[in-house]
């Protein structure tokens, strides 16, 4: 090999990893937090002064929830072969020194290749932005849960959010019931997991229409007047608006299985691009950068083994038996529905009046564990469930000198309450948490009780309530 590289053409693994982060519009310095690596580190190895160890290329792809890593592995191999013009030894090196050649032949062309071929997979569904999300940790919950639990077929799925630990169930449980009274997660729910007919082609044909669309050739909306330069790029917003009312316009051509998928697929697809930190409480008050609206499908697939509800868990709690009640419900004051306010007016499209800054609706699905009265609903969620064993997510922010942060059920109260349903024991898993900016801790765990229950102690151990 003769040294015939022109390093300035060369599209580097730092350049992508660089353009992936943009258009996920997440700053260096959050990247920096969130994988350890050292900001300066990070700049250097975007800029190509260097090569990112493979230790820090998987790091990135969790980061950015970048499902092929072994693809950002190829890439700096790759970039190592060049600069070292050096054989490697293994399926990986000769996949990379094809890269090589291709980077070398098709210099600049070669990022949008590299991007077209990632960006046409389908999104899976922990790629969402969501606070609390258990993500990272859903390994750590079912694993825990397979080892101290026995003769388990149900799962109950109490404050579902984002559906991570339905997806995981529905891989290791016999029935699995999901539960979330946010518009928006239920009809993810639906569009991921629910049972129900959908032909790919036909989805496939709308999002090709709207990816086609010229937003200069349509009118303002709802969306892009109330939402345009604010939550989104403007011509963004068009897209959203136009897109989201033909949906609505065709929903008789769809099953309720498609009508679902094109509905989540919007969400998904314009999540990436919203001008948030990653929730609606508030948009960046900065010029919003033009990125493209291009849509690609969910990653939905159809079970026979779940039942979807969108109520209040308590009142579910009621009409349901479990052998699992996993319970992980918001602890803090903030309003889940109020966070994501605008995929819920997405989802519903009743255009409603929006007040304030931020642009609300007027409150509705406000949640009492957000309140002063946590404690009491948490105690009857309890006393009301009809499971084997009980499973309680938790993590100890409670003593955050954020007032919205701060949570509303100690971990000394969420104890005394699932002890009266019988043996309960606490297991932890070091985990980011995220805060205002306030809290500052450093010994921050993600708590898991397990609760076997006993339900003639549970009887005797809650009188006063039944007395009541």
Same mark, same amino acid.
């Given at each position: 090999?003769?040294?015939?590289?022109?390093?300035?053409?060369?599209?580097?693994?730092?350049?992508?990893?660089?353009?992936?982060?943009?258009?996920?519009?997440?700053?260096?310095?959050?990247?920096?937090?969130?994988?350890?690596?050292?900001?300066?580190?990070?700049?250097?190895?975007?800029?190509?002064?260097?090569?990112?160890?493979?230790?820090?290329?998987?790091?990135?792809?969790?980061?950015?929830?970048?499902?092929?890593?072994?693809?950002?592995?190829?890439?700096?191999?790759?970039?190592?072969?060049?600069?070292?013009?050096?054989?490697?030894?293994?399926?990986?090196?000769?996949?990379?020194?094809?890269?090589?050649?291709?980077?070398?032949?098709?210099?600049?062309?070669?990022?949008?290749?590299?991007?077209?071929?990632?960006?046409?997979?389908?999104?899976?569904?922990?790629?969402?932005?969501?606070?609390?999300?258990?993500?990272?940790?859903?390994?750590?919950?079912?694993?825990?849960?397979?080892?101290?639990?026995?003769?388990?077929?149900?799962?109950?799925?109490?404050?579902?959010?984002?559906?991570?630990?339905?997806?995981?169930?529905?891989?290791?449980?016999?029935?699995?019931?999901?539960?979330?009274?946010?518009?928006?997660?239920?009809?993810?729910?639906?569009?991921?997991?629910?049972?129900?007919?959908?032909?790919?082609?036909?989805?496939?044909?709308?999002?090709?229409?709207?990816?086609?669309?010229?937003?200069?050739?349509?009118?303002?909306?709802?969306?892009?007047?109330?939402?345009?330069?604010?939550?989104?790029?403007?011509?963004?917003?068009?897209?959203?608006?136009?897109?989201?009312?033909?949906?609505?316009?065709? %929903?008789?051509?769809?099953? *309720?299985? &498609?009508?679902?998928?094109? +509905? #989540?697929?919007?969400?998904?697809?314009?999540?990436? !691009? @919203?001008?948030?930190?990653?929730?609606?409480?508030?948009?960046?008050?900065?010029?919003?950068?033009?990125?493209?609206? %291009?849509?690609?499908?969910? *990653?939905? &697939?159809?079970?026979?083994? +779940? #039942?979807?509800?969108?109520?209040?868990?308590?009142? !579910? @709690?009621?009409?349901?038996?479990?052998?699992?009640?996993?319970?992980?419900?918001?602890?803090?004051?903030?309003?889940?529905?109020?966070?994501?306010?605008?995929? &819920?007016?997405?989802?519903?499209?009743?255009?409603?009046?929006?007040?304030?800054?931020? !642009?609300?609706?007027?409150?509705?699905?406000?949640?009492?564990?957000?309140?002063?009265?946590?404690?009491?609903?948490?105690?009857?969620?309890?006393?009301?469930?009809?499971?084997?064993?009980?499973?309680?997510?938790?993590?100890?922010?409670?003593?955050?000198?954020?007032?919205?942060?701060?949570?509303?059920?100690?971990?000394?109260?969420?104890?005394?309450?699932?002890?009266?349903?019988?043996?309960?024991?606490?297991?932890?898993?070091?985990?980011?948490?995220?805060?205002?900016?306030?809290?500052?801790?450093?010994?921050?765990?993600?708590?898991?009780?397990?609760?076997?229950?006993?339900?003639?102690?549970?009887?005797?151990?809650?009188?006063?309530?039944?007395?009541?």
């Amino acid at each position: 090999m003769s040294k015939v590289v022109n390093i300035k053409n060369m599209i580097t693994l730092g350049y992508i990893l660089r353009r992936i982060r943009e258009d996920k519009q997440m700053p260096l310095q959050r990247v920096s937090e969130s994988s350890g690596i050292d900001a300066t580190l990070l700049s250097k190895i975007e800029t190509g002064k260097r090569i990112a160890t493979t230790e820090q290329v998987l790091k990135l792809a969790h980061v950015y929830e970048f499902d092929d890593a072994t693809t950002l592995l190829i890439q700096r191999q790759s970039d190592e072969i060049i600069s070292k013009l050096n054989s490697v030894d293994s399926d990986i090196a000769l996949k990379a020194l094809q890269a090589a050649k291709e980077k070398v032949a098709y210099g600049s062309q070669y990022l949008s290749l590299f991007m077209e071929a990632n960006y046409s997979k389908p999104i899976a569904l922990e790629s969402r932005r969501y606070i609390g999300s258990k993500t990272k940790l859903i390994d750590w919950i079912m694993d825990t849960i397979r080892q101290e639990t026995e003769d388990v077929h149900t799962f109950f799925d109490v404050f579902a959010g984002t559906g991570v630990v339905t997806k995981a169930a529905l891989k290791s449980f016999d029935y699995v019931f999901t539960n979330d009274f946010l518009h928006s997660n239920n009809i993810i729910y639906k569009a991921f997991f629910g049972d129900g007919d959908f032909d790919e082609i036909k989805i496939g044909d709308f999002l090709d229409k709207y990816n086609d669309i010229d937003p200069n050739s349509i009118s303002e909306n709802y969306f892009s007047i109330n939402f345009g330069g604010k939550y989104f790029e403007h011509e963004v917003a068009k897209l959203v608006g136009y897109i989201r009312q033909d949906i609505e316009d065709n %929903k008789e051509s769809l099953t *309720e299985k &498609e009508y679902c998928i094109l +509905i #989540a697929t919007l969400i998904y697809n314009i999540d990436r !691009l @919203a001008n948030t930190v990653g929730h609606f409480e508030a948009y960046i008050k900065k010029p919003i950068k033009h990125q493209p609206l %291009k849509l690609r499908m969910i *990653e939905a &697939e159809s079970y026979d083994n +779940i #039942a979807i509800f969108k109520q209040d868990s308590n009142l !579910l @709690a009621k009409s349901l038996t479990a052998d699992i009640a996993y319970i992980d419900p918001p602890y803090n004051s903030r309003q889940y529905c109020r966070f994501y306010h605008v995929y &819920e007016t997405l989802v519903k499209w009743d255009m409603p009046q929006l007040y304030g800054v931020a !642009l609300k609706p007027a409150p509705e699905n406000m949640s009492r564990y957000c309140t002063s009265r946590a404690v009491d609903a948490f105690e009857d969620l309890i006393f009301n469930l009809n499971a084997k064993y009980i499973v309680v997510s938790y993590n100890n922010t409670y003593n955050s000198r954020s007032s919205s942060s701060e949570n509303k059920i100690t971990l000394e109260q969420i104890k005394c309450i699932l002890e009266k349903c019988g043996r309960t024991h606490i297991y932890e898993s070091s985990h980011r948490f995220f805060n205002a900016g306030k809290t500052d801790f450093s010994n921050h765990k993600e708590l898991l009780f397990i609760t076997t229950v006993d339900e003639e102690y549970k009887r005797k151990s809650f009188a006063s309530i039944l007395c009541g």
